[in-house]
Antibody, heavy 123, light 110 residues
Framework: EVQLVESGGGLVQPGRSLRLSCTTSGFSFGDYTMSWVRQAPGKGLEWVGFIRSNAYGGTTEYAASVKGSFTISRDDSTSIAYLQMNSLKTEDTAVYYC??????????????WGQGTLVTVSS | QSVLTQPPSVSAAPGQKVTISCSGSSSNIGKNFVSWYQQLPGTAPKLLIYENNKRPSGIPDRFSGSKSGTSATLGITGLQTGDEADYYCGAWDTSLSSGLFGGGTKLTVL
């Protein structure tokens, strides 16, 4: 059974940093691109970014809203993906979901999702 | 304002059919595949449709997807009260090099 479990959320002050973890099991983690999606309270889904598998260079893509502030990384030895969030702003307050990205060129979809972890940025 | 445009809400009676539209542009829906997600209240989103019209294992055939040009449509037949949820379309935007979601559509089963 595929499982993704996020951790590391909580209350943080504006300008501070936070690192989220996504612990996975039930699939060959190293073969997949891992992605983060967030949802502000009462709002819709927003793609944050993803990290490709090492077979595709382990390269990353980010939404314009977080580029330069957020960094996604992965540890294939432990099957964990990370989201490092720096210089946090109040508008980064959201539930952050870890997702497994599937599909090939031109096909981007998220077939498994974690339960989400809430990040609240407030003084 | 989302790049992918969905109606904020739709409604229909139990047993009826409903469609949800998703309008994009030549750089996203016009060029790439569309996926659809269901988010029941208080839960994480779930993949309903991928690559325009394919259903993951376990998704009933009451759910269907289609795409034409720069628009896509999710269809749900035989509506049930358990289908009340928010529905999101998604696609990759080649020009932006970014994943996109529609603003979401709230389905009410009257």
């Amino acid at each position: 059974e595929v499982q993704l479990v996020e951790s590391g959320g909580g209350l943080v002050q504006p300008g501070r940093s936070l690192r989220l973890s996504c612990t996975t099991s039930g699939f060959s983690f190293g073969d997949y691109t891992m992605s983060w999606v967030r949802q502000a309270p009462g709002k819709g889904l927003e793609w944050v970014g993803f990290i490709r598998s090492n077979a595709y260079g382990g390269t990353t893509e980010y939404a314009a809203s977080v580029k330069g502030s957020f960094t996604i990384s992965r540890d294939d030895s432990t099957s964990i993906a990370y989201l490092q969030m720096n210089s946090l702003k109040t508008e980064d307050t959201a539930v952050y979901y870890c997702t497994r990205r599937s599909g090939s060129y031109g096909s981007v979809y998220f077939d498994y999702w974690g339960q989400g972890t809430l990040v609240t940025v407030s003084s | 304002q989302s790049v992918l445009t969905q109606p904020p809400s739709v409604s229909a009676a139990p047993g009826q059919k409903v469609t949800i539209s998703c309008s994009g542009s030549s750089s996203n829906i016009g060029k790439n595949f569309v996926s659809w997600y269901q988010q029941l209240p208080g839960t994480a989103p779930k993949l309903l449709i991928y690559e325009n019209n394919k259903r993951p294992s376990g998704i009933p055939d009451r759910f269907s997807g289609s795409k034409s040009g720069t628009s896509a449509t999710l269809g749900i037949t035989g509506l049930q009260t358990g289908d009340e949820a928010d529905y999101y379309c998604g696609a990759w935007d080649t020009s932006l090099s970014s994943g996109l979601f529609g603003g979401g559509t709230k389905l009410t089963v009257l």
